[in-house]
């Protein structure tokens, strides 16, 4: 998406620099947690982190996250689809 609205520094075909600005940023609506909701994802991203200095799976906590996330959002199945389609 940034790459469609934000200039680029240098030669683009050799991975210039997008030049990013606030502006780009303002307009995001961004969803606060419940307390609880906060709670728990803070402690999933620890045991994430835990993991991952021992070289272990997270996948199972990262998802549990993204649910979570989606939940916050209220995201549909569809829209749900269009992320996990990109990522």
Request: no cysteine; glycine share 4%; aromatic share 6%.
């Amino acid at each position: 998406f940034l790459r469609k609205i934000t200039p680029v520094l240098g030669d683009e075909s050799k991975r210039g620099r997008l030049v990013i600005r606030t502006v780009y940023f303002e307009n995001i609506p961004i969803k606060k947690a419940k307390s609880d909701e906060e709670k728990l994802i803070l402690k999933l991203v620890d045991d994430i982190n835990s993991l991952r200095e021992n070289n272990s799976d997270t996948g199972k906590l990262e998802t549990q996250i993204d649910k979570m996330v989606y939940k916050i959002y209220d995201l549909t199945p569809d829209e749900i689809k269009i992320i996990e389609d990109a990522v």
